[in-house]
């Protein structure tokens, strides 16, 4: 498997993707953020994303802020093989719903990141849209504070740069829509395609061009087309198998070790639960092993059992004068000879019999 010039690596997990993270997602009944923002009071779990309710009370969405801020979560390995993309050449633009700006702490270009949704990546004034230092947002967020324009005739409230419902979709992303057509290859990972217009994106890639679908489920009518590629399942795992066809898996396990860096006591715990592992396979093979042979011996036994039997109703009727008169003259036992070898010479047969 080979990739060749523009490398088109369309990274749509949901806004918040909680199997490889750790970030909780939205929509959960019970573990998802809008579950859990009950807390807050408002209106409609929703209302903490909404501008116009913002502007009114801003403290629930910095409450909300102050649990999902960059540095609380760290990339995956899906996160890294975008890297790794970008590392070799091969990506083109890497479009992303998230907001937590993972792609970025794995080390992707920021001029390779197109986020539909905006992120925590940069922060404005809502009235006069001026800038705010990263370190003045970061300081209000860990003390839950509520910032405010720097600019002192403005005063207005402070937001990262985040879509919040009311608003219109980056510049950014709507600028960068265009370029779909120009791609020779389009991998679409961890999302429901539920979301418009970013749902309708892979369907914008030429028709000649192939779409590798890693995900959980089937979605966005990937599949559809004579080149379209499946990999149903986990999205690490995926994107290890893809690694490893494209020869890269040794690249992509260390740009993940390098950041997950094993102390000598995680590497001897590792180590120590492969011990534990091996054992417990070793004991379950010999369980099977045990139970094996206990089967075979009862075989063995009731072979034996029918064989003998079958000897002693044959020979009963046919030999038993001639047994009687061998008994009579003191020659040789028949009887237990009968039993040990049973007519029919059936040892050539059954030799441990």
Not at 131 to 154: F, G, M
Not at 223 to 234: E, I
Not at 317 to 322: F, K, L, M, Y
Request: proline share 7%.
């Amino acid at each position: 498997m080979a990739v060749k010039g523009k490398l088109w690596d369309l990274a749509v997990r949901e806004s918040f993707d909680p199997t490889s993270a750790g970030i909780p997602d939205f929509r959960s009944p019970e573990t998802g953020l809008y579950a859990n923002l009950a807390r807050l009071k408002l209106p409609y779990p929703e209302a903490v994303f909404d501008l116009s309710f913002f502007r009114r009370s801003p403290e629930p969405f910095y409450a909300l802020a102050h649990e999902l801020y960059p540095g609380k979560f760290k990339p995956t390995i899906t996160h890294f093989f975008i890297r790794l993309l970008s590392d070799k050449g091969l990506l083109f633009k890497a479009f992303t719903q998230n907001i937590d700006c993972l792609e970025r702490e794995a080390g992707v270009p920021d001029d390779k990141i197109v986020e539909a949704h905006g992120s925590f990546a940069r922060q404005s004034c809502i009235e006069c849209k001026s800038a705010y230092p990263d370190d003045l947002i970061k300081k209000a967020i860990q003390n839950r504070d509520v910032p405010h324009c720097s600019i002192p005739q403005c005063n207005g409230l402070v937001k990262p740069d985040i879509v919040f419902f009311g608003e219109q979709l980056p510049e950014e992303f709507l600028g960068n829509v265009y370029l779909l057509p120009a791609a020779d290859l389009c991998i679409v990972m961890g999302t429901s395609l539920s979301v418009h217009p970013f749902a309708t994106l892979p369907s914008l890639c030429s028709g000649g061009v192939p779409r590798i679908l890693i995900n959980l489920e089937q979605v966005g009518g990937i599949g559809s087309r004579p080149n379209d590629v499946l990999m149903l399942g986990d999205c690490d795992d995926g994107v290890r198998k893809l690694a490893a066809a494209l020869g890269w898996l040794e690249d992509l396990e260390a740009l993940w070790e390098a950041a997950n860096p094993k102390t000598e006591e995680g590497k001897e715990r590792e180590s120590h639960s492969a011990d534990k592992e091996l054992e417990a396979q070793v004991d379950e093979l010999t369980r099977e092993v045990d139970i094996a042979l206990k089967i075979s011996s009862e075989h063995t036994d009731r072979v034996k059992y029918q064989l003998a039997g079958e000897g002693k109703d044959k020979g009963s009727n046919v030999r038993g004068t001639e047994l009687s008169a061998a008994k009579s003259e003191g020659g040789v036992n028949m009887t237990q000879e009968a039993e040990a070898s049973p007519p029919g010479g059936l040892r050539h047969v059954f030799p441990h019999i």
